[in-house]
């Protein structure tokens, strides 16, 4: 075992504080990686806190994680030491069941573990994620980083809002020709528009602030709309071809089915605490509209993000934090007090303990 230094909520009404762990040795398929950044991301405050009643104390929360390889297990293929690499929300699966096969493992049906307040496979011990020092995962589930390491910090919070706007656009085959909603202007939100765009297609932005209204032109949108505004609202009607909806609290769907053109789709990729009112199904069977869900991605896809980023260079629009300040970051986070995505610098981390 490893001596491990971080920064760990002890109970939901605690602030996160300094936190030493034990990590374990590398295995013969294990990647051990120097933590350099890790993205903040709304999970991770659900969880310190327990907002949804499931959390294991003491959270080490964070899987926006991007550092460099230290070293390598005897069987490892794919890794090298001093090479830069990812670990995203994903740290094991059953890999046996259908879902794990398709290379689907967020999916899994006998349920993925988690980079954080996941129990491991063959074991009860909860695993701890990358508001740490360093971290070991079994080389199936960690990614390749081909950015240019002056983006590194950019570049961690793709390991999650990245894969979870790419996920959706890939699978529904978003491409030139369309028209794309994105709902939402947040850590999720921006990554969709800026993802949507280098896939050709064009882009709306749905938001209630007029005032993101340049940010969203920035960023790639083509059009932004008020959706408070109902005029607005019914100039988009039967306009679009799909819709990424990122915003994790409840809200009227129906205004925004209807700006689907027949067969059109909306992904719901944001998670309220409480449920949206229920869609009136008319507006769903008399365009054969679908309503649908997404989940992060694969390992496989999170590797296709990873690289089509790096293509089309796209990272996150960020703001660089000390390890102290992550307590302070969950408050402005709560007030959207952030464009986009919080990122740990965690060679601060010494001097925050």
Known sequence: MSHAHGYAALSGDQALAPFSFERREPGPNDVKIEILYCGVCHSDLHTARNEWNNTLFPSVPGHEIVGRVSAVGSAVTGFKVGQMAGVGCIVDSCRTCASCSDGEEQYCENGFTGTYNGSIFGGSHNTYGGYSDQIVVDEKYMLRISHDEAQLAAVAPLLCAGITTYSPLAHWKVGPGQKVGVVGLGGLGHMAVKIAKAMGADVVLFTTSANKRDDARRLGASEVVVSRDADQMAAQAGQLDFIVNTVAAPHDLDALLATLKRDGTMVLV??????HPSPNVFNLILKRRSLAGSLIGGI??????????????????????????????????????????????????????
């Open 270 to 275: 944001g998670a309220p605490a409480t449920p």
């Open 300 to 353: 496989r896809e999170t590797q296709e993000m990873l690289d089509f980023c790096a293509r089309h260079g796209i990272v996150s629009d960020i703001e660089m934090i000390r390890m102290d300040e992550i307590n302070e970051a969950y408050e402005r986070m709560l007030k959207g007090d952030v464009k986009y995505r919080f990122v740990i610098d965690m060679a601060t981390l010494g001097a925050a303990e």
